[in-house]
């Protein structure tokens, strides 16, 4: 819970300063190339969290590698948070920054997942129909996950949705258990 706080904290941070700068899809974009890169090799994975690399080392390393390739703010976040010893949240800090670029558009988070890949058009009209059921603009990801069997299952927010066979045949067994 305390490292969501902090989280959070940082991400809200960021984001004020992206806002102020009307760069938040630069930043935000810039923070996941930089996650992204560092979480491409093992070794520079050790090295970015290793607690026992000198702060400075560490700091000037990674001000070499992303200097004029990405926004200031982005990377004096990321070198912030190796000042503070806090590197093992930049990937809940993006996750934090996400959700509030998606809040501050207007739209909410919609999650579809399906047991095989769902067609545009198909994806589009259920996106459309839970626009007018529930009054909102979603910014949709989508994933296939085989193991639901058939249907799909819906994240919007803190509202899980379970239209699945796998979710059936648990909630079957469970209700089965209970008798």
Avoid at 79 to 92: A, Q
Avoid at 95 to 118: D, F, H, I, N
């Amino acid at each position: 819970m305390a490292e969501e706080t902090i989280s959070r904290r940082y991400a809200t941070a960021i984001f004020g300063l992206a806002q102020d700068r009307n760069a938040v899809e630069q930043v935000g974009r810039d923070l996941g190339a930089m996650l992204d890169a560092i979480a491409s090799d093992e070794g520079v994975q050790r090295f970015f969290y290793a607690p026992v690399i000198d702060r400075r080392e560490k700091a000037r390393v990674i001000s070499d590698a992303f200097a004029k390739r990405v926004d200031e703010i982005a990377l004096h976040s990321v070198l912030l948070l190796i000042r503070k010893r806090r590197e093992r949240y930049l990937r809940d800090i993006i996750k934090q920054y996400r959700s509030l670029e998606v809040a501050s558009s207007g739209r909410e988070p919609l999650e579809v997942v399906t047991a095989r890949e769902l067609s545009g058009p198909d994806l589009d009209s259920l996106v459309e129909r839970l626009s007018k059921i529930y009054k909102k603009r979603f910014v949709v990801t989508k994933r296939v996950d085989p193991q639901l069997i058939g249907g799909l299952r819906l994240t919007m927010g803190d509202r899980r949705i379970d239209g699945s066979i796998a979710g059936r045949l648990n909630e079957l067994a469970r209700s089965l258990s209970h008798n």
